[in-house]
């Protein structure tokens, strides 16, 4: 119906321009004098008709073309005519440019233009064409050529259409009346410059009374106040598009508007019933849910989010209570162990709030609630629990079978105290190591123990009640096999050596290493040496490197294979254990020919063949001979000139000022060195220029008092010691020859089992210095006796 109204309103608009056209008239009147084509009253003013009117020699009408013409003839658009043109048909008109000969014509002897096909100005709204005329007979331009333009009239033949339909749009619920919700806008293709074909207007077609939408800007508004999401979150608007400003006879277009109304906090959370009770079992392990409760919110997504806490109860720290993001459950979970014999039963107050309050709907609150819970505890038979859940126990490698590890204890936390039988998990002891007694739960070896196959042993212990054996409580026994010497150290790899037969005396042709199933504490310590048997050989000997490693050398050159190509080399290695296991394992050394650079050509026995050397190999090992010497000479150099090292060695560095002397003492009896009086009373000399540290020139006139004395041999072990050091400790404190404070007085008597402990005169000193001895303690144990001794000002002497 649409399209043919259409057409029926394009052919009367047809006539009334034809009729237009024909009042006007077709052609203009033509001066033959002027070569310049007469303007159409319709075009555009000439700038330069100011300066210089001229008449034209072509005149045509203002040519308009009506589109969607749906006649059987051709469209008349215009009639182009010269003045040359004397009707004598001398004159040729010629059309060129957009369209012509496929959409515009020409009648090349009238001039007349006609539209041949259907035009569309919503494809193309106007067309520049040429006009031109010649002579027929010539084909020489009687007229210059001169443009014009062919425009396409608009008809209303299309209806607005929503480019960006259907539309979705939210507005929040509860939102007062006007409130903008979107926007929505129609195209038409008609020429908005012309009547009133693209003049849309808007109406709503279904969506009433809740919204209402502006007729000149499409803007959907609300039509109702407070509209609730709760009661129906969604509507579908039917917006229509119609031109022709509405009127009768316009063309429209419609779209669909999906409105959804989103969420606000305007409903507070409430709890379905005021109380709640729940019963749980006593074993319930903890961090277990004990119940799920929830307030209902008819909001959504963060309107609907809330916090629990539980306000007071029974049992402080007892439960806890969680928010389940998922579901917006409080979860109230165990956070201790339950006791039905200690208490039944637990009475919790726990309150719902809102996480996201909107300040707008405050009235509406309070957006909180509270409820009870109570929470029974019921009674179970429990298994017996262990007073560990993990025992840890050591045992040694060597220990007999019978030994006692440990012992592991269990209890029934029933009322019952039914008694309990202990019980080894064969699954963890398939090779039967250990028992168990049953009744005292004592843990002993069954079989001898191998640290090197399993040095953890992690045993499951059953606790069985006697009255009811189906409780059964579990436990672990984690046993530690401690190691002992009992494996001998071995190469590390199967050694496959070659020599070469150019080697020279002194040359590394293998560096071997060693393992040991043991683990000591305090690392591995390998010792390598030659078996005795081979120690002295004249081929080979072994260099221990002091790192676990050790390297075999060559002690000669001049190995050749055709004498003996493999030499067995048998190397002892001792381990550092206690007691020290040794093994001996043989080295196999292939002499293979080699060439310049080392590397192998080829290894085994040869035949024997008498050749020499030539003249260029014995001045290469001439040359050789050399560079060692030169080498040998420069390294016993170095040697005699190195100076001895100013720090001392780490053994001996004892962080006092010890004086050390390389000359030996005359022994025990030697009591001339120094004057220890001196010493102890440090402030009497003065004088700078007396040394201390050296034996002074004058004689000593100490006399010592003669004592009866019991001879040593006579006198039990102990006795003698302690008798012998009290007496020359007695003769370094009131020399005034002996050692200073600060060098060490040694004790040439030895013994096994001394009371005295330590032998240092350093402790018969009772000197009143200030200097402050306390950073001993920071040096390690091997200073921990000096510590003792000096870094409490306050304590005494061992013999004070």
Same mark, same amino acid.
């Given at each position: ?395 040694? @490698?060597? /220990?007999?079978? +019978?030994?006692? *590890?440990?012992?592991? !204890? %269990?209890? #029934?936390? =029933?009322?019952?105290? &039914? ?81 070469? @037969?150019? /080697?020279?005396? +002194?040359?590394? *042709?293998?560096?071997? !290493? %060693?393992? #040991?199933? =043991?683990?000591?504490? &305090? ?83 040869? /035949? ?193």
């Amino acid at each position: 119906m649409t399209r043919c109204c259409s057409g029926i309103r394009g052919a009367l608009a047809l006539l009334m321009l034809l009729f237009t056209l024909r009042g006007r008239g077709c052609c203009w009147g033509l001066k033959s004098t002027s070569g310049d084509l007469e303007k159409s009253p319709h075009s555009d003013p000439d700038p330069w008709d100011g300066l210089q009117r001229h008449k034209r020699s072509w005149v045509w009408n203002q040519f308009f073309v009506l589109e969607e013409y749906t006649g059987n003839e051709p469209l008349y658009v215009g009639k182009l005519h010269s003045d040359v043109d004397k009707g004598e048909g001398k004159v040729k008109y010629v059309l060129t440019g957009e369209g012509a000969t496929s959409i515009f014509t020409i009648d090349e002897n009238t001039g007349d233009i006609h539209a041949t096909k259907r035009l569309d100005r919503e494809a193309q709204a106007y067309y520049t064409l040429q006009a031109q005329a010649i002579n027929r007979l010539t084909n020489i331009p009687v007229e210059p050529r001169s443009e014009f333009v062919v425009k396409v009239q608009d008809i209303n033949d299309n209806e607005p259409k929503f480019l960006d339909g259907p539309y979705m749009a939210g507005v929040p619920e509860m939102s007062p009346l006007g409130t903008m919700v979107v926007q929505v806008a129609a195209t038409d293709a008609d020429d908005p410059t012309y009547g009133n074909s693209a003049r849309v207007v808007y109406s709503i077609v279904h969506g009433q009374p809740y919204f209402s939408v502006e007729p000149k800007t499409g803007v959907i508004r609300t039509a109702l106040p407070n509209m609730d999401r709760e009661t129906r979150d969604q509507y579908v608007l039917v917006i229509q598009a119609k031109d022709m400003v509405g009127q009768m006879g316009g063309l429209s277009g419609t779209t669909s508007v999906t409105v959804t109304l989103t969420d606000v906090n305007d409903n507070p959370p409430r709890f379905s019933h005021k109380s709640y009770q729940y019963t749980v079992l006593e074993v319930l392990p903890v961090k277990s849910v004990v119940a799920r409760i929830k307030a209902a919110d008819a909001d959504i997504g963060s309107n609907a989010e809330m916090d629990y806490r539980i306000m007071d109860g029974d049992g402080p720290g007892m439960f806890n209570i969680t928010t389940d993001e998922e579901t917006q459950e409080g979860v109230i979970t165990l956070q201790k162990p339950l006791d039905f014999e200690t208490r039944n039963s637990f009475s919790l107050r726990v309150e719902a709030t809102n996480r996201n309050i909107d300040s707008n709907f405050l009235s509406l609150g309070p957006f909180s609630d509270i409820t009870s819970v109570r929470v029974t505890v019921e009674d179970v038979n429990e298994p017996p629990i262990f007073s560990s859940p993990l025992n840890k126990m050591v045992v040694s @490698e060597d /220990a007999k079978v +019978g030994t006692s *590890i440990g012992r592991v !204890s %269990a209890h #029934d936390p =029933d009322t019952s105290s &039914s008694a309990i039988r202990y019980s080894i998990d064969r699954n963890t002891d398939l090779d039967r190591f250990f028992n168990v007694d049953a009744l005292s739960g004592v843990i002993s070896t069954a079989k001898p123990l191998d640290r090197e196959v399993n040095s953890v042993h992690n045993l499951t212990i059953w606790a069985t009640e006697s009255q009811d054996p189906a409780q059964i409580g579990k436990g672990i026994a984690l046993i530690t096999v401690l190691d002992i010497n009992d494996n001998a150290p071995v190469f590390a790899i199967e050694y496959d050596t070659t020599l070469c @037969e150019n /080697a020279m005396p +002194g040359q590394l *042709i293998r560096t071997i !290493s %060693a393992v #040991d199933k =043991d683990e000591p504490l &305090s690392g591995h310590r390998f010792y390598f040496t030659l078996d005795a048997p081979v120690a002295g050989n004249l081929n080979f000997t072994l260099r221990d490197n002091k790192d676990n490693t050790a390297s075999i050398l060559t002690k000669r050159g001049g190995f050749r294979r055709s004498e003996q190509p493999v030499y067995r080399l048998p190397v002892l290695i001792t381990d550092s254990g206690s007691p020290a296991l040794s093994s001996t394992n043989t080295l196999s050394v292939r002499v293979c020919e080699c060439d310049s650079n080392g590397e192998t050509l080829s290894c085994g026995a040869v /035949a024997y063949t008498a050749t020499g050397l030539s003249t260029g190999a014995l001045l290469a090992i001439l040359g050789c001979i050399i560079t060692l010497l030169v080498m040998v000479l420069l390294i016993v150099t170095m040697r005699r000139r190195r100076k001895q090292p100013l720090i001392l060695d780490e053994e001996r560095d004892i962080r006092e000022n010890i004086v050390r002397y390389d000359d030996e003492g005359g022994g025990e009896e030697d009591t001339e060195a120094f004057d220890m009086v001196t010493l102890r009373n440090l402030n009497i000399v003065r004088d700078p220029s007396v040394r201390r540290d050296v034996t002074p020139d004058t004689p000593t006139f100490f006399h010592y008092t003669s004592v009866s004395r019991p001879p040593y041999k006579s006198l039990p072990e102990n006795v003698v010691f302690r008798e012998f050091i009290w007496e020359r400790l007695k003769d370094a404190d009131v020399d005034p020859t002996a050692p200073p404070y600060d060098s060490l007085q040694t004790y040439a008597f030895e013994g096994s089992g001394s009371v005295a402990e330590s032998l240092s005169s350093l402790e018969s000193l009772s000197t009143d210095s200030d200097q402050n001895y306390d950073y001993l303690s920071n040096w390690g144990p091997r200073f921990k006796k000096l510590a003792d001794l000096y870094g409490n000002s306050d304590s005494s002497g061992v013999f004070s």
